[in-house]
T-cell receptor, first 113, second 112 residues
Framework: DQQVKQNSPSLSVQEGRISILNCDYTNSMFDYFLWYKKYPAEGPTFLISISSIKDKNEDGRFTVFLNKSAKHLSLHIVPSQPGDSAVYFCAASAFNSNYQLIWGAGTKLIIKP | ETGVTQTPRHLVMGMTNKKSLKCEQHLGHNAMYWYKQSAKKPLELMFVYSLEERVENNSVPSRFSPECPNSSHLFLHLHTLQPEDSALYLC???????????FGQGTRLTVV
């Protein structure tokens, strides 16, 4: 049973528009969430994180929103650029976990010119 | 020079071969990780080392054997692998356990 789910395998967005990537989790003990971006043939690159004491964290064009009651987080990219085309992974961990980041399966984002 | 370097980038090996994957980090981090990424599956954590001591082993088959000789280097020794072990093997490091991890570019392993 996957504890972190990214239900959209792919998403296509027009350049300049907002990209919204979603992630749901089932473990209420998770208190730290991260987004990673991955290009083909490369390792994932850390993008942005949020702890459960916050509901929003912003870094440039990237904003992560956390809705604890819904066990849902989302990554907003605005405006979307062609270089944003990649696979985006959501990951979560619990403070008292056994050192594991639990990963979603990823969403492939395609930015159309 | 990138922060986390993995060699080789690509590896093809037979089921009877013995090979090793190497990972080196230049970030002064205390924790290092091996992950496996198979097609269309979430990243699977294989091994975790903190200050050169293994702290996690996620029921990985014994044909995968990690080694951490110092805080900057991590190896994954492979022997008698199966074709289903073909995957992208990623090394990562982080300052402390469970903080943001920095990944290497991975080794694309094909077992024939």
């Amino acid at each position: 049973d996957q504890q972190v789910k990214q239900n959209s395998p792919s998403l296509s967005v027009q350049e300049g528009r907002i990209s919204i990537l979603n992630c749901d989790y089932t473990n209420s003990m998770f208190d730290y969430f991260l987004w990673y971006k991955k290009y083909p043939a490369e390792g994932p690159t850390f993008l942005i994180s949020i702890s459960s004491i916050k509901d929003k964290n912003e870094d440039g064009r990237f904003t992560v929103f956390l809705n604890k009651s819904a066990k849902h987080l989302s990554l907003h990219i605005v405006p979307s650029q062609p270089g944003d085309s990649a696979v985006y992974f959501c990951a979560a961990s619990a403070f008292n976990s056994n050192y594991q980041l639990i990963w979603g399966a990823g969403t492939k984002l395609i930015i159309k010119p | 020079e990138t922060g986390v370097t993995q060699t080789p980038r690509h590896l093809v090996m037979g089921m009877t071969n013995k090979k090793s994957l190497k990972c080196e980090q230049h970030l002064g981090h205390n924790a290092m990780y091996w992950y496996k990424q198979s097609a269309k599956k979430p990243l699977e954590l294989m091994f975790v080392y903190s200050l050169e001591e293994r702290v996690e082993n996620n029921s990985v088959p014994s044909r995968f054997s990690p080694e951490c000789p110092n805080s900057s280097h991590l190896f994954l020794h492979l022997h008698t692998l199966q074709p289903e072990d073909s995957a992208l093997y990623l090394c990562a490091s982080s300052q402390e356990l469970n903080t943001e991890a920095f990944f290497g570019q991975g080794t694309r392993l094909t077992v024939v």
